[in-house]
DNA sequence: GAAAGTCAAGAGCGGTGCTCTCGATTTTGA
DNA sequence: TCAAAATCGAGAGCACCGCTCTTGACTTTC
């Protein structure tokens, strides 16, 4: 194994707190953030900054990699963590992680599901950590499915859709049936639009208990997919 | 009846061309709305926007209350033009309008309903129209309620959330069983997920028929919700 | 020990929102 | 009617932004 270099490491050190100041910046000041007030806190130049960083936009897929990667591990955990056989529990689990790392990286969050930045198009490198958390969330229902506890819904996609559902369950390589494949897509959606709205404050101020509503919202969802566990109506 | 002088004309009318213009900046170059770019298209300098608008947020906020109202009018007149007694139907043509409109105008739908600008904070004058949409959605379930056509669902909200979902009912003004209201307002969840994934993610990608995809999604809650009609069980 | 590579700093370019002042024009009211 | 008041566009200027280029000092490599 080769040692790095002193420049080496020291320069590794620098795109670290390079990214650990731009991250603070994301916090406090929101999506716009600017190289100058990075490397001000940094003590540097701003010309300095691009010695790491090609251009902001570079610096903004950094964080963003860096904060799927985060979601991701938190949704994958939540659900490994859960009894693997409880499927209801687990999709439970995910969700609420999800929404758990949201609500504590609200600026990251909408950088990641936020409108997108008009100059700014996401390079594909974070095409799959982006997939990871709706790819757990199909985890859930596939692990359903093949232990036959989950069952098929009874409507039939029609042609057209059913293609592309089919194509799509082949790309993610989660054998599911096309119509509770795209059940799980509802769920994904759910989920991404109650975070949304309550981040993004559109969700009304009358709603004091957050968390109970949250949970009740992703109930519906568990009841459409079928998981099984304790449903909603009592 | 009071004419309004020359200049009170000139004045109105050079509003509207400023928000014209400025709209559509924001359809070509995306939300970092440019003032002084606006300017020069009327072929006026900069600062003489500020003659018209305090700032570049008043102007945002102008487009963005026009917006409103624009998505709320595609929305209710969907409705309104449905048949009454169909209550599938029109929550099918409310929801098929709202996303018609957003893929019309995504800029402005992203001004709505993307992340929030970080400095800028909605006044309160856009709270009454940004709710027309979701309000016409329960007006369809209530029309289904009083019309005895749509039962309440049988599952009974956890009782800090229910007393929440009461007042809600009880501030929107739309009598709705709390279970039901929580079941539309994942309707409208729903659908703002749905468009905002079609319009932002890069989920659809391999998904073609892109309307099907929405009409079944819709179905999907259409059936949580007790819709009468036909349902996607085929 | 010299050549090559890397670094921070500074100046500068064109862009932004915004403020202020200054004449010119229009409206108002005695 | 005619002067005072209000409104207007233009321009200069401020502080900020992303980014480029050059310069001189430093480190690594051969």
Known sequence: MVTPSLRARVRAGMIEEI???ARRHLATDGADLSLRAVAR??????????RYFPSRDDL???LILEAYDALGDAVETADADADVDDLRGR???????????????????????GSPVPGYAAPDD?????????????GILRDGVTSGRLATPDEV?????????????DQTAVALPPALMARGMAGWTQLFGLISFEL??????ALPHRDEYFDHQIGLMA???????????C
Request: proline share 10%; net charge positive; with cysteine.
């Open 200 to 205: 993004f404050g559109r969700i009304n101020r």
């Open 19 to 21: 990214k650990a100041v």
């Open 41 to 50: 806190d940094l003590g540097m130049v701003s010309s300095a900054i691009y």
């Open 223 to 233: 009841d459409l997919l079928g998981l099984p566990g304790p449903r909603l109506r």
């Open 157 to 169: 996609l029609p042609e057209p859709l059913r293609g592309d559902v089919a194509e799509l369950v």
């Open 60 to 62: 903004l897929t950094a």
């Open 126 to 138: 974070t095409v799959a950590p982006a997939q990871r958390p709706p790819m757990t969330l199909l």
């Open 91 to 113: 999709w439970f689990a995910a969700c609420r992680a999800a929404r758990t790392w949201a609500l504590a990286h609200p600026a990251e969050y909408a950088l990641l599901y």
